[in-house]
C-alpha cells in the first residue's frame, strides 16, 4: 500500500512538473518520460491516465479537447493554479531517498542457470536499449535551452554512458564459445 502511494505521489509530481513546463496529451507526458526522464522516473501507461484523473479531480489539472479530423479528440491537459502551488510547495520539501529498480540487474543476477550465448545476448539487449535511449537524449539535449533541464539530461547521459562500460566490461569475461 505504502509503495503504490509513493508510485503515485510520484507520478503525480511529475505529470505536474512536465505540465507547468507545457500543455501536453497524456501521450505527448508518456514519451517524454520514456525519452527523457527514463533515468530519473518510470511511468506506464497504466499509471500516467489514472494519475492524471486524479489530478482532474483534485481540479490540479484541466483538459481541454480538440477536435480532429477523422480521429478521436486530443486530450490537452493543461496545470492549474492550484496545481502550480501543490507543485512548488513539493518542490521546497526535501527530496525522498532513492528508490532505484533495474529489472535487467535482476535477471542478470539470477542467470547463472543461462549458457553463456543467452548472457551475451541479455547484455546485447541491454546495451541496444542503452544505445537508443543516449541516441533520444542527445536529440532532446540538442532541442532543451533550459540549463536545469540540461543538467538533468546530462546527468542520465552519464549514468547511461557508464552502464555502457560497465556492460563492455562485463561481455569481456564471458568466455567465448
Do not use: C
Request: no cysteine; net charge neutral.
Amino acid at each position: 500500500d505504502s509503495l503504490y502511494l509513493w508510485v503515485t505521489m510520484s507520478h503525480k509530481y511529475l505529470i505536474l512538473g512536465l505540465l507547468a513546463q507545457n500543455p501536453m496529451t497524456g501521450y505527448d507526458i508518456r514519451k517524454h518520460v520514456k525519452d527523457v526522464l527514463s533515468a530519473a522516473t518510470n511511468a506506464s501507461y497504466g499509471t500516467l491516465y489514472p494519475t492524471l484523473h486524479k489530478l482532474l479531480s483534485e481540479e490540479a489539472v484541466h483538459v481541454t479537447e480538440v477536435e480532429q479530423a477523422s480521429r478521436p479528440s486530443k486530450k490537452i491537459y493543461q496545470i492549474t493554479s492550484k496545481g502550480r502551488s501543490v507543485l512548488q510547495n513539493w518542490l521546497k520539501e526535501p527530496p525522498a531517498d532513492d528508490k532505484v529498480r533495474r529489472e535487467f540487474l535482476l535477471k542478470f543476477y539470477f542467470a547463472s542457470d543461462l549458457a553463456e550465448q543467452e548472457v551475451k545476448s541479455l547484455l546485447n539487449r541491454r546495451r541496444d536499449d542503452m544505445q537508443s535511449k543516449l541516441e533520444s537524449l542527445h536529440a532532446e539535449r540538442s532541442d532543451t535551452t533550459n540549463p536545469r533541464q540540461q543538467w538533468i539530461i546530462d546527468y542520465a547521459i552519464t549514468m547511461y554512458r557508464a552502464e555502457m562500460d560497465w556492460l563492455q566490461q562485463v561481455a569481456q569475461q564471458i568466455p567465448v564459445a
